[in-house]
């Protein structure tokens, strides 16, 4: 049986070691140090939260779609991926929204180059999805518009020098450049 006459608080709620004298005290005092940080802490528009939980959701569901082409652990990290990139705490009331046609287009090219392995993913300030590839010095950046355009990026390292260029390509023609030169990482 679990007694309730002294509890430790020692997990982030008070001075280590310290009990709290009942259960009670325990909540209020709990309940009093949130209240004492959160006047610390810039509140987030709630209109904000709620547009960005409705867009993380139309994103996600668009991923949904594409579910059949992609392995259990590439949807999880890419949900991951996008809960972090849309939290409310982190974001800019004046950042446009993340463009679904354009996630789509992403989503679309991870699938047909059948190249999961990105390092990063983002958006840009006009709501395109950004990824990025990087081995070692080699760099491949993408981003995707919602009018089937891929503006990238490419910076290869090898034994007799650098190459650097860039490109402004149809989405399907940047499957075939984009795993030409990732097949050179």
């Known amino acids: 049986m679990l007694s309730t006459g002294t509890i430790s608080r020692d997990r982030g709620y008070g001075l280590p070691g310290t009990p709290a004298p009942n ?12 209240q004492d940080i959160s006047q610390y802490i810039e509140e987030v528009n709630p209109d904000i939260r709620w547009q960005l939980a409705t867009v993380a ?17 590439e949807r999880e990290r890419l949900f991951g991926e996008l809960d972090y ?7 800019y009331e004046e950042d446009k929204h993340p463009s679904l046609p354009s996630y789509t287009n992403f989503l679309k090219w991870l699938i047909e180059a059948r190249r999961s392995d990105w390092s990063s993913l983002g ?22 518009t919602p ?12 034994v007799d020098g650098t190459e650097i260029s860039s490109g402004k390509s149809p989405l399907s023609t940047f499957v075939r450049t984009a795993k030409m030169l990732l097949d050179r990482f």
């Open 23 to 34: 259960f009670n005290e325990f909540l209020r005092e709990s309940a009093k140090r949130r």
């Open 57 to 73: 959701m139309s994103l996600k569901i668009v991923t949904s779609r594409y579910a059949m082409y992609m392995g259990f652990a």
């Open 85 to 91: 990139l849309l939290d409310p705490d982190g974001w």
């Open 123 to 144: 958006f840009d300030a006009q709501g395109d999805t950004l990824a990025a590839y990087k081995r070692g010095e080699n760099l491949l950046t993408a981003a995707f």
């Open 147 to 158: 009018d089937n355009l891929v503006l990238w990026t490419s910076k290869l390292v090898e």
